[in-house]
Nanobody, 121 residues
Framework: QVRLAESGGGLVQAGGSLRLSCAAS????????MGWFRQAPGKEREFVAA????????YYADSVKGRFTISRDNAKNTVYLQMQSLKPEDTAVYYC??????????????WGQGTQVTVSS
């Protein structure tokens, strides 16, 4: 069992930055690939970014490529999502998730509760 808790969301103006954190507890964090997803009101949850167990591979949705950076610190059991040049269309609840392998779809085994990101125009 892995428990995940996101933090760092908030309200930011367009063009601004935020860094989301996801702290993991429970079974060995370094065993898991981690992903970030988001869900905007009235829309389906969508993939944002993913990182493999040792940080050696990162994967991004086209909509965030070049603006968002996923990273992890296995010593701190934490994965991060650095978001820059934010746009109003980035407004969503952001979720982190854990799985034994990297997935670009939402079939992850474990999920956090989510953190709200709101980008004003």
């Amino acid at each position: 069992q892995v428990r995940l808790a996101e933090s760092g969301g908030g309200l930011v103006q367009a063009g601004g930055s935020l860094r989301l954190s996801c702290a993991a507890s429970g079974r060995s964090f370094r065993s898991y690939a981690m992903g970030w997803f988001r869900q905007a009101p009235g829309k389906e949850r969508e993939f944002v970014a993913a990182i493999n167990w040792n940080g050696g591979g990162q994967y991004y949705a086209d909509s965030v490529k070049g603006r968002f950076t996923i990273s992890r610190d296995n010593a701190k059991n934490t994965v991060y999502l650095q978001m820059q040049s934010l746009k109003p269309e980035d407004t969503a609840v952001y979720y982190c998730a854990a799985h034994t392998t990297v997935l670009l779809t939402d079939e992850y085994d474990y999920w956090g509760q989510g953190t709200q990101v709101t980008v004003s125009s």
